[in-house]
């Protein structure tokens, strides 16, 4: 009998592979591209409370709720870092 995984298709990751969970650091840095994105493509950073951003990330989509980011960044202003901050050079409305 083959293993499980071969009948169903799938393969062992290889080498360096990721297991899908991002840090708070790389959800952080998503959601700033996705801000960037945003911003270079309506030239402002005040998205609807339920927009939704599409990214590109390594040849895959991934949706990213911007405004719920946005506003809860916002909410939460006087606990950033100095480098988290990096919203201000794209206009944020704190």
Known sequence: MAPLGSTLGLEPAGPGAQSG?????GKWALNLRAARQYHARERHLRPGRKH??????DGQ??????GTFLDNTRRRADKLTPNR????????RW
């Open 52 to 57: 939704v951003e599409r990214l590109d990330v």
């Open 61 to 66: 989509p991934v949706d990213i709720k911007l």
């Open 21 to 25: 969970k991002l840090t708070a650091d």
């Open 85 to 92: 901050r990096a919203l201000d050079q794209l206009g944020m």
